[in-house]
């Protein structure tokens, strides 16, 4: 899945149920994917549940919850450095610090000598070894206290629909920290996405780490299309989203349902990781540039308007420069609507840190990383240039910079000039009056 900057996603969240008053205030800071930031949401949606207020503060806080992500060494660095930074505020025996994610894996015995002032390690969806604490200390019973756990109110909201991967890419510790395949059932799925409809959220992300690959687990023959069909008929939702995809998983089914449903968003992403067939091998990668090409077109010649991001390494392990440049030319082929890029880097446990060698020099990686960034800005800047004077239809879901920002069912980022004091969880008609390469600007009609 993408990976994003650090979190501090103590913001806006309000008590589901707070029928306590001890007072406790609890701080969540949270690094990686969208996985992440859903697991956070329902880390402090119970939280909330039992009573304790959020801050932004740690140093104000009772509890501490650092979640955490491994997928590349620059963000384990920095979960690193934001434990190491906790340990002076362990000056209680009676303040809580917790790690919850993908660096704790089923072996915690060395997290616990490298950090002895944290008090709970939990593993990803892992939920109830801090809540159990936390209601020892204020003296209750969470199982009586602590309903679904949902994120907080909000105009958008993430439902994970399944958990871990069965494939082990080379390059990935994501099986090895979030375990196997595990989809969970339709009709909870469904009740999920009615409650957060019913609390005002009007669009949802369905997250996975093989997203596509929802339902193939699951006793009764059900797959990501069929979920899209039951959700789609959910009233007050107005958009459904999923990610991440994987090529092997990219059905006729599912693209038939994202070109039919009216809810489901015409935007995909589907992570190539490189151009060239070799190095697609070498990551245990289950398709060719030609599979992938020809999965494009079909997408294409099904969905109308659709946008299409992906998910790219570059220097990985034996990556030549002629393999480097197979996937400039797979880039500028394509035409990609936006290209989330990450230089390779080596990860403890994984088939690539076992069996082969990280050889591209970091200077190197770092030259790759630029060349094709300057190449997607081009692209980026030409495809969005053609949204200029168009209408759009904006979902508004929050303000920053003095504008109203929203996004277009394209998942195109857009800032709104207007002087009306609430528009957010509105879906406007903007007209579009600039573009750049990341955003697009437009006033409402």
């Not at 491994?70 to 025996?93: F, H, I, W, Y």
Request: with cysteine.
């Amino acid at each position: 899945m993408k990976s994003k900057l650090d979190i501090n996603l103590t913001r806006g969240l309000k008590p589901i149920t707070n029928t306590f008053s001890h007072g406790m205030k609890f701080h969540l800071w949270t690094i990686g994917c969208q996985m992440n930031i859903a697991d956070s949401e329902r880390m402090g949606s119970a939280l909330t549940q039992l009573g304790l207020s959020p801050t932004n503060s740690a140093e104000e806080a009772d509890v501490i919850v650092l979640n955490s992500c491994v997928v590349r060494q620059s963000a384990e660095d920095k979960v690193t450095g934001q434990l190491t930074s906790m340990k002076p505020l362990k000056n209680s025996s009676a303040r809580i610090i917790a790690l919850m994610g993908c660096m704790v894996g089923p072996d915690t015995k060395l997290l616990k000598k490298k950090f002895p002032y944290v008090d709970v390690f939990m593993r990803p969806q892992e939920y109830d070894p801090l809540i159990e604490l936390v209601g020892e200390r204020i003296g209750i019973d969470p199982a009586g206290c602590i309903g679904q756990l949902l994120p907080a109110i909000d105009t958008t909201a993430y439902i994970p629909i399944i958990h871990g991967c069965d494939l082990f890419c080379s390059f990935c510790i994501i099986p090895y920290r979030r375990g196997r395949q595990v989809s969970k059932e339709i009709d909870e799925i469904a009740h999920e996405a009615q409650m957060l409809s019913q609390r005002g959220v009007k669009e949802i992300t369905l997250l996975g780490q093989t997203v596509d690959a929802y339902g193939h687990d699951l006793e009764k023959q059900v797959d990501l299309s069929d979920l899209l069909y039951k959700l789609d008929g959910i009233d007050g939702l107005e958009r459904i989203r999923f990610l991440t995809s994987h090529p092997q998983f990219m059905s006729e089914r599912i693209i038939d349902a994202v070109a039919t449903l009216p809810k489901v968003c015409e935007n995909i992403n589907l992570p190539i990781q490189a151009g060239d067939d070799n190095i697609l091998k070498s990551m245990r990668r289950t398709y060719s540039i030609d599979e992938y090409r020809n999965l494009i077109d079909r997408i294409r010649s099904k969905i109308n308007h659709v946008s299409i991001t992906t998910d790219i390494i570059v220097g990985f392990c034996g990556e030549t420069k002629e393999q480097f440049q197979n996937t400039l030319k797979i880039v500028e082929e394509i035409q990609f609507d936006k290209v989330h890029i990450a230089a390779y880097s080596t990860r403890e446990g994984t088939i690539a840190f076992r069996k082969q060698v990280d050889d591209v020099p970091l200077s190197e990686k770092k030259l790759r990383v630029k060349e094709l960034e300057t190449l997607q800005q081009e692209i980026s800047t030409r495809i969005n240039s053609k949204y200029l004077d168009s209408t759009e239809k904006v979902l508004i879901d929050g303000h920053e910079r003095g504008k109203w920002k929203g996004r277009t069912r394209t998942d195109k980022l857009v800032f709104v000039d207007s002087d009306e004091s609430d528009l957010n969880g509105k879906t406007k008609n903007v007209k579009i009056t600039d573009t750049g390469p990341w955003s697009l600007k437009g006033i409402i009609i």
